[in-house]
């Protein structure tokens, strides 16, 4: 089933490692659907055909100047000019996926950048509410190219979640979520994990060690 | 003297009914600058060197899904998209007339819209204080079409202050801005206004009713 389409707004998704990266860390998933934007003339009517079938609508952009690049600005201004649009997303969730230059932490009051995250997105935040849409947590990656292998796999997995993980942080949610990525492996790899299945529904305690096991399995 | 540019984002500025009323507004100012934004392919250099005899940068523009249309993102992503631009900008003012279908006390907390103007355009906040400019207070112009005439000239006489008037709120930097503005009419005009100057000099109190006849001396 159809469950996510994440809109990428870049210039230059080819040669960007953040966009490259997120785009893999997503092929396997399953129900979720990437749509790169790009400058050609817009058909609106197959534009707002585009949602039908989410869920959870994803907006993936490096941050320029403290919002997106123009490019997904002019997607938003034609596609949903006309105020009937809200049909099109009542009941929707919308998320964002940040990748930036600079460290969040920059973001906090008092720190260089003087604003939240937050607060800088505001303009999605109140798009989502005159669309009658749940917004999520913003999801942001801050200097990707800085990470360690470790912190990739970690942002690897954390991302899957954001994109298909039912909203809600409760621990128990997360195991679900896991549960069903480990039962999905099993029917479509040779390796025995019913193991490993066993042990999760034993222990949630383990289930941050786990983390880093399914991802070193998947590369195997 | 160049004091004030005026950077016009507006998809149809011929027929946007408040967009001319602005132009109108500000053209016998004296050191205000409107200059349209277009699709064409912009060179970057002479935007950049666009700046330099301004002190007071406004980005004018309709709200389009909380923020400005696309083309004015377009250009900013464009000119500022090395950050050696700062110098460029520093120490001047920047200052936003948006124009809104709804009323501004629907950003009120609690009200339809959720967030006050503030909040939705931080983003611009964020532009000016990253590139070391004075942020001016917003300049918002609600349901245009519908204003009575008296209304439309306090917005007259309002918007050109906001252009050109001393960044400060005192009532003495009011009045001096209407000194100026009555001396400049003097020396062109046939009329006597020394009458006016001197009411004026003796009696702050009556600087409101002086507002709607200074108006209607320029239009007879």
Known sequence: MNQT???????DVQNSGVQQ??????QNLGGVTNYILTEEAIDIKKEQARFKEYKRIIF????YWYSS??????WLDEVFQDTKTTALLRGKELGLVVSMGVSETSFEAGKSEGFTLSEI???????????????????SVSLFSYLTEYKKKELLINYQQYLTKVNNDSF??????????LEKMTETSNED????LNVLEDNRDELDDLMT???EMREE
């Open 121 to 139: 997105f505001r303009p999605f935040e109140a798009f989502a509410k005159k669309n009658q849409m749940t917004y999520l947590p913003i999801f």
């Open 60 to 63: 993936q952009f490096p941050m």
């Open 69 to 74: 690049p123009f490019i997904l600005k002019k």
């Open 193 to 196: 994990l019913s193991g490993i």
């Open 213 to 215: 096991l399914v991802h």
């Open 172 to 181: 128990k949610e997360k195991e679900a979520w896991f549960v069903k990525q």
């Open 21 to 26: 990266f997120l785009m893999e860390s997503s």
């Open 5 to 11: 389409l994440v809109i990428i707004a870049h210039p």
